[in-house]
């Protein structure tokens, strides 16, 4: 149990365009998902958070413009990188929780974007 | 808010050996305490999670230990395996009902066969 996917696995895009990325937990209702980035071999950084149904929480420093997240229904959360320069080519790892289990986080296998 | 800080940063062990790997926390009220292991060009994956109404957890060859007056807990693994070598990344959240974790550094270990 507690499976979350995200598609694509990995994707690459000219500068400029704007590329959505899909979590999706598979055998639960996630009231939480989180979205985080991933440097090559550094820590999991947090985007934001976002309740089903309500606009997300983006961390200090995250645009909210750059990156929009929709969290449309309990089961599918998106991220959209808007105008994608090379900078934002990274690894994006989506989370999900669920309210009986509020603190428990359940990782998809990640997105890995290049922008070219 | 938390800090969570994790060492070593790498560990190479020889297959069969034992792996420790230890993080502290800063915030008392923090009362969850998972630990996720990264092969690779994937997602973290849960190997296992402490509460703190108990000071010692275990599945098999992976165990986990709390010291809630020290404010530290580790991640035991015995006999390890090759297929033990990732990333672990040790979390805490964010006070008492906080549901957003803080993740440590992270430490590669490389288990030699």
């Known amino acids: 149990g507690a499976v979350v996917s995200q598609h694509p696995s990995w994707v690459i895009c000219k500068s400029g365009t704007s590329v959505k990325i899909e979590c999706r937990s598979l055998d639960f209702q996630a009231t939480t998902m989180f979205w985080y980035r991933q440097f090559p071999k550094q820590s999991l950084m947090l985007m934001a958070t976002?309740?089903?149904?309500?606009?997300?929480?983006?961390e200090q420093g995250v645009e909210k413009d750059k990156f929009l997240i929709n969290h449309a229904s309990l089961t599918l959360s998106t991220l959209t990188v808007t105008s994608a320069h090379p900078e934002d080519s990274s690894f994006y790892i989506c989370?999900?929780?669920?309210?009986?289990?509020?603190?428990?986080?359940?990782f998809g296998p990640g997105t890995r974007l290049t922008v070219l | 808010g938390e800090n969570v800080e994790q060492h070593p940063s790498t560990l190479s062990v020889q297959e069969g050996d034992s792996a420790v790997i230890k993080c502290t926390y800063s915030d008392s009220a923090s009362n969850y305490f998972p630990w996720y292991k990264q092969e690779l060009g994937k997602g973290p994956q849960l190997i296992i999670d402490?509460?703190?109404?108990?000071g010692e957890k275990k599945d098999q060859r992976i165990a986990v230990t709390l010291n809630k007056t020290a404010k530290h807990f580790s991640l035991h693994i015995t006999e390890t395996q090759p297929e033990d070598s990732a990333v672990y990344f040790c979390a805490a959240p964010l006070g008492e009902y906080g549901n957003k974790l803080v993740f440590g550094a992270g430490t590669i270990l490389r288990v030699k066969s």
């Open positions: 402490i509460r703190s109404n108990v």
């Open positions: 989370s999900a929780s669920w309210w009986r289990h509020y603190n428990e986080q359940f």
């Open positions: 976002s309740n089903e149904g309500s606009k997300a929480t983006y």
